[in-house]
Structure formats: structure tokens, C-alpha cells
């Protein structure tokens, strides 16, 4: 017969050749993965023996070789295994060479190839007597092809899960797979399949003949196409290449160890994430990290990949950009892409859109800060930020409200009510929150409440009912209230004392009494004694603090006093656990071997400690993302959970006598601590600023000095325009508080002072003077900063001044604990020196006598610079000491204790207060009886005492001297303010 090409033939002929030539190019081509591209080549190859017996059989070329048409039969059971293998060696490029096991996938070919013999080895006369006679091979239709069916589906299957675990692994090991990922290989596989299911079954024709030219010539052109497809995609993906590292035992922790280097910390400072193509091996060597370790923890601690993890900051980054009008970025999303990390705008709104489920787009649209009609502000009422515990909450609201657009306003006003805060006033920085300045309020009552009842916490809180409140730490009926579950924990770390260890006596040293968290943690104590039969010992009881002198005082009364012993004490935090170890050890008592100690928070301390703390873990972070989450919430108007209850987690250490590991600890805790904007100190009370560098420090220091001078406004602005941008500050404003005639405070402040954005402001006299709930002239809601706010009271000693406002682009908030007091110092200077310069104008003396005295005294050839310390030494003193009260007092006598010079004293006295000694001393004790007198408790204390009490000898000496300086006898002072009062 003769042979016959026609149109469609030539067509799969041409098709054929180019798969024939691109299956060579594959073979030859040695760059990229060279394993994947011989066996590519393999593929493509068995596909054109597949499609040979179509233009075989359309073509007539089988008459001439019969045999051809068996050729393709053995060639169906490898379309699968070679795909299979393929697709293996493109993403596991680092596996060893093909192993023996292997061979088993070509198992089928080779017994189908030894079942077909016989066949192949009929004379060709035989087989086109079939062929033209249409006998079919029903033992080929029925048996063989659906086994070729299901074999090429079972490997379709395995494909697909080996790219789904691809997908997983690169996940752990690149930033950005937009280039490496195999999605082409799944459409193609597809495809595939679907040729497959659809073209196999046409082979049931192939014996019989009908029809089956026109049908089967599709599938050669079909083929074609799709191996064009996959060599196009085979040829330009790139290497997926994982580096193969191997970690001896000993290598690993000492590599962890040795890099002490915090990853979040890393990335955030320098910024890696908006490296495109950053890897984890990248990232390990920047850490002196194993990349096997390093992976390790981001799977157990951090709970993602090394994909979601940079693509985490890449997203928040952007979110920052999107929502901030003044950003370049925020209409083009190409330059946020590429400024964040991303190579492209199409991956970066794919990667966007999982993150945030909305696209950049609507993202912008719905949290842009110019398209509110107000920016969301939030108060935040602080204890301390020389607290761990505290400062950890905080970051972890900030972390959240960072990408909402929204303020937040730093109340900073100590506990409520405690002792140590007794003459300073700080909590009256807490009346100064008005629904005027903050649209939702963050207290984190646990520590504000520490010395108060919770009656009291709850009527603290009813006083801002008109303004959304989370509580943090303690539950409140009225409020939201996001808490940990104290409880469990303490009762889980007794348990563990107990049936680990066989403790049976557990000394426990609480919180304070009024406390709720400490009475909760109490509570577990006395329940655990009670399961396990162990009788509540009193003498096993102090009764401490959150600080941890409580630990010293506690061993003293154990040990010192009621002679009791311990096997354990269970202390109410870490900061008391860590002076109890050190208390025992000065006693000659070793932790753990004599005496276990366990603690509760996990502060970095007593990790630290040579027998690492075992303690109690509470999700500090996550308390403040959930609080500002809720917050944002309710503000939205959406309703919440009155209680969202946290889990605490007991960490096992050694000072309980359990073996421990530092290597895990350089893995789980130091590495990948979440405080990303605090840096505390170890015993969270420390009483100096914390600076990250030696010169910073040191113009602290200047900064200290120099307000120790200060006599005049002029002359704080000169030191806060020199010197604050040095230490971080970008903006701070100083207000005080207008007074009325009988010195009580009106609702009113007077702003002296402002520095925004590095620069002194000059408030117009008209502005000057606002309504203090505004907090600034104009409001301070109509004030543009960055992060946030940080608020104080200016105070000397029961006397409040006013108020400053800082905005720090640094994260050492504690250093505002001591700048404040010392601007308050500098304050009260400022006033008493221009109060005492109004003073002269009132006083009659001789104005000749004095003259020639200040004449005498510059002679002395004493210099400003020291005159003026001087006379600032010397009002610190008159405050600080009151030896005004000593009716006695004498220069001599004052000039002795101040260790300066008399004749220096008195000329210092006459040059900056213009009035002599006795007139100086004389005024303090005028100034000190009007406030005895204003106060409520003495309006009806004999006027004699109240001489006395201010430094007078006498009540005539008193009168006289009293209604020279105010031109009113002490009984008309008194009795002036109490009908004002009453009015």
C-alpha cells in the first residue's frame, strides 16, 4: 500500500520533529538543574514513541514495519513514572543519586514489554491480517488500558502532593517564590490528565478501525502543543536550590549561643524584609544561626514559615505606607511593592490579599488617615515604664494600632494610691484624661490597683463612663476585661512542686494585699494544699509586694524570725524570686539543692540567673494586641465579650532542681523575644535611665546639670532646643496650672513652653492659656505626631505645677521618670525666683544700704556661673531640708550646712531674691503658713500652733511679719478663703 501524507499528518509529523528537537536541546543543556532536564528529555521523547503509531498507522507507513504498532504500548506505562521523576528532581535538586528502590516505578513497563513479546514477534504478514481484517485486542482493551489509566492517575495524585509539600519547603527557605513556584506544573498536569482520560480511551479504536483517523490525528497536534508549553516553562524557571546543611550535636547550641541575637529585632532594625530575594540561609548567617535551627524555631515558637514570616513585615510595612497621606507610596502600589520587599505589584496584592483579605486598595479606602473625620485617639494609664511586665503589654498594643492609623496618649501616673508615690502626686496626671482628648481609654488595672481594693479600681474606672474602657489584668463587671488565667498557673507550678519533687513545705510569699491577681495566685496556693492534705501553716506566709526587696525581707522573717523551715518558696512574682535566691545565698542556703524558688511572670532575668528561674509565663504581648483589638472594636461600634481569659504556661527550669538546658533557652526565649520596642532593666525597677549609648548618657547628664541652674523660662528653652533632639525628643510641651488668689487650681493651664518637631514654638499671649482637659492650646487632637504621647505632672513635693507632654523617637520612655522630676525642680526654681523678685517691689527697706551691700559684695569677684549654683543649691535645700522651720536658723548656721561661704551666701541671697537674710528665710515661712492655712483640717487650729509650725517664735512675730508680706493678718487670710470656699 502505498504511503499517503496529507495535510493534518504532515502537521503531527512537524509536531513530532519539534518535540524530537526540543527533547535533544534538554539533553545537550548543561545550565540550571541539570538531572531534571535529561529526564524531561526522557519524557518527551516517550511521548513522540506514544504518538508514533498515529502518523504510523494514518500515514501507511505500518505496512512496511507491522511491528511499529506494538512499539507505543510498553511506552504508556512510562508516561507516568518519567512525569513523576521529573517533577522529583526539579524540586529535590539535592538528593542523592537515583536510588535502586527507583526502578520498581518501571516495574509495569518491563512485564507488560515480556507479556508483549510473543506479539511483537509475530510475522508482520499476521499482523496486518489483523490490522486489515479489524479483529480487535480485546485483551489490550479490556485488561491493559484501564491499568494504564489508573497508573497514570495514581501518579497525577503523587505529583500533586509532592508540589504541595514543594510549595511547604520553599515556603521555609525563600521570602519570595513568585519565580520558583511550580504553578505552570500544575496546569500542565492538568492538561495532561485531561488528554490522558480523553485520548486513551480512543486507543479502544485502535483494532477496529472506525473512525479512528479522524479522532487520533488530534492527539499528536495535541501533545505538540502542550510539550511546547512545558518546555517554554521548563526552560526559563529558575533553580530551586536548598542548601543541604548538616548540624553536629555540638555545633548546634554553641552556634545558637554564641550569635545572641534577637531575629524580630534584627529584621526590624535593618530592615531585611525589604530584601526581595532574602533566603533563611541569608538570614541564619546574619544570625550565626544553623539554618536547620533557625527553622526549627520558627516552626515551634513562631508557628510559620520563613515565607509568612518576612512576608508578615513586608505587609504590615505596606500597610504603614498605605494608611499614611503624606507617603509617595500611596498611590503607586508598584513603589510600596518594591519599597516593601516584593519584586512585583501582582505578587505583592496576592500576598497582600491572604494577609489582610482585601486588596491594597481597599485596604487604603477603608483605614486611610485623611479619609476619617477624626484620627482615633487612645489613652493609655501607666504605672511605670521601668515595668517589663507593663512595658511588654504596651509594645504589644502599639505593634497592633500601628497599621490603624491610631494615636496613643501615655497617661503616666503610678499606682493608685500607693506609698511611694505619697508626696510626688503622680496620679493626678490620670484627671487630665477627658473624653475631650481620647476616644477610648487602656487601663492595666492589675498593676494600677495594686494598693487599692477592688471597689475602689471600680469607682477609679466608673469616673471616665463616658469614654470605652478595656481593663487589662482584672476582671470588671462594667468594662471589658482582658485577664490571664493566674490561677491555673500557680496551681500548676504547686502541683509540679509537689508530685515531681515531693515538696510538702511550700512557703509563699504574696502580692499585695489588696491586689486581685495576687489574691487569685494565693487562693491556688491554699487550694493545692488542701488536694494533696497539706496543712496551711501561717508561719509559711509573708505578706509582700511586687518589688523585690519583699524577697530579702521575706527569708529574714522565714529564717531570722520564726525559724521555720522550707523545702520551697513560691514568691509572688520573678523580681521577689530573684532577691530570694540572693537572700539565701548570703545565708549559706544553695538554690536548688537545699531549697527550691519559683517565680511567676518570666521576666529575662531569671533566665539569666546561673540556676535559670522556674517561673510562670503570661502572654504580656498578646494582652496588649487583644486589649487594642478590642478597643478598635468597640469604637467601631461592634459588640464584644465582657472577659477574654488568656492562658499562662508553666516553664520548667532549674531552681526548682529539674535538669535544665541553656542551649534551649538561647533558642526558645532569648532569640525570639517579642518586646520589640522596650528594652528594661533585668530587676524592672531600676531608678536610672537606660541609653543605648555611652553618648547619650552623657548628654542626659549635661542636660541634668544644666537645669540645676535654671532661674528664668528663657533660659529652659535654650536647654531644651540644644539638647533634647540629642537624647530622642522630638517634641515636648510644659504647661502649668492657673491658680486663683487662694492658690487652688482652676481649670485652666498656661502652656511656657513648646518644642515641636525639634523647634521652639512662640505661642502668641492669646493662646497661651486654654482649657487644661484640651491638653494643648487649640487641643490636642489637632496635633499631628508619630507613635505617641507620653503625659507627667510636674510636682514639688505635695504642690502640683502643671503638666509636660513628651514625643520620643526613641524607645527609653523610663528616661522621662527622672527628666520630669527634674523639670520639675527647675519649675519650681523658675517660679520661686520670679515670685521672690515681685516680692522686692512690695517690701520697704533701704534702698541706699543696699546698693552699697551689693556694691561690697562684687567685690568678692565671685562668678555668675558659681553665684548661680549657689543660689539653685540653695533653694533645693530651703525645700528638700525646710530648715526654715527651725525658729533658730541663723546664716552662719545655713551657710554651714550648704558648705558655702557666709559672706558668698548672703550676697547670693541679696543679688538673685533681693532681699536680705532674714527677709528670705521669713517669706518661706509666710508661704508655708498660707498652705496650713488654706487646708481644711486646720480651720480651726489655734493661730499660735500654726506659728509655730511654720517656724515662728511668736504669734505677734507671726502677725507682723505675716501681714507685711500680705497685707492681711492670718485670721483675715483664713477667714477670706473660708467664705470664698463656701461660695
Known sequence: MNITIDTISLINIIGLLYCFFLAFLFLLKKSGNRRANIKLALFIFNCIVCCSFVVFYNTNLYWYIPHLLYVYRPALFLIGPLVFFYIKSLISPSE??????????????????????????????????????QH?????????????????????????????????????TFSSIENINLAWVKRFIIVFGIICCIFIPVFFLVPLGVGFKDISNLLPVSVSFGIFLIGFYAWIQPNIFFESVRVSA????????????????????????????????????????????????????????????????????AKNMLVMPESNHAEDLVATA??????????FKKVFRSYTHMTPEQFRKKHTVAERKTVCTIGIFVDSFYDSYEATIFSGIEKYVKTHGVRIIYFNGGAINAPHYLYTKKNAVFDLAHNKNIDGLIMVTSSLGSYISRQEIVSFCNRYHDIPLVSIGMELKDHTSVIVDNYSGVYNLLVHLIEVHGFRRLAFICGPEKNVEAQIRFNAYKDVLM???????????????????????????????????????????????????????????????????????NIKAGRTLPDPLTTISQPEFDLGCKAAEIMLALLSGQKIEKKIELPTELIIRASCGCVYSHEAEENNETILRKTYYYQMDPDGITKQPLLKSKEREFEFFLISQSLLTILEISSLKKIVAASFPKIGIRSCYISIFKKDKQNRQTNFSKIILGFKDYKIIDYHPEEQVFLTKDLLPGGIKNV????????????????????VIYESENTENEIFEILTIQLSNALKGVMLYGNLKEQVDTLSFDTKKDIDLTEKYKKLKLSKEKSEEYFRKLLEHMDKEEIFKDPDLSLPELAEELNIPRNHLSYVINEYAGLNFYDFINSYRVEEAKRI?????????NILNIAFDAGFKSKSTFNKIFKKHTNQTPKEFRKKYIIEENV
Open 250 to 317: 555540638n555545633g548546634k547550641g554553641k552556634s545558637i549561643k554564641k550569635s545572641n541575637l534577637k531575629i524580630i529585632d534584627l529584621i526590624e532594625k535593618e530592615r531585611l524584609f525589604t530584601k526581595p530575594n532574602l533566603t533563611l540561609h541569608e538570614l541564619s548567617r546574619q544570625l550565626s544561626i544553623v539554618p536547620e535551627e533557625l527553622t526549627n524555631i520558627l516552626k515551634k515558637h513562631v508557628k510559620k514559615s520563613f515565607y509568612d514570616f518576612i512576608n508578615g513585615f513586608r505587609v504590615e510595612e
Open 531 to 601: 488536694k494533696y492534705g497539706i496543712a496551711f501553716d501561717e508561719n509559711l506566709v509573708f505578706a509582700g509586694t511586687f518589688f523585690g526587696y519583699s524577697g530579702e525581707k521575706a527569708i529574714k522573717a522565714f529564717i531570722n524570725e520564726r525559724k521555720v523551715g522550707f523545702d520551697a518558696v513560691v514568691a509572688t512574682n520573678d523580681l521577689v524570686a530573684i532577691q530570694v535566691i540572693q537572700g539565701l545565698k548570703n545565708r549559706g542556703i544553695r538554690v536548688p539543692r537545699d531549697v527550691a524558688v519559683v517565680g511567676f511572670d
Open 784 to 803: 499631628s505626631f508619630n507613635r505617641f504621647l507620653i503625659i507627667m505632672t510636674l510636682f514639688f513635693k505635695n504642690e502640683q505645677l502643671g503638666f
Open 338 to 347: 518594591l519599597a516593601v520587599g516584593f519584586e512585583s505589584k501582582l505578587q
Open 136 to 172: 480487535a485486542d480485546w485483551s489490550f482493551i479490556i485488561y491493559i488500558l484501564p491499568i494504564v489509566l489508573l497508573q497514570i492517575i495514581f501518579y497525577l495524585i503523587a505529583i500533586f502532593l509532592a508540589i504541595k509539600q514543594h510549595e511547604i519547603k520553599i515556603k521555609y
Open 933 to 941: 492655712l488654706l487646708k481644711p483640717t486646720y480651720q480651726k487650729e
Open 96 to 133: 542523592e543519586q537515583f536510588k535502586k528502590t527507583g526502578l520498581l516505578h518501571f516495574l509495569p513497563c518491563v512485564l507488560y514489554t515480556i507479556y508483549l513479546t510473543p506479539e511483537i514477534l509475530r510475522s508482520g504478514q499476521t499482523i496486518l491480517d489483523e490490522v486489515h481484517n
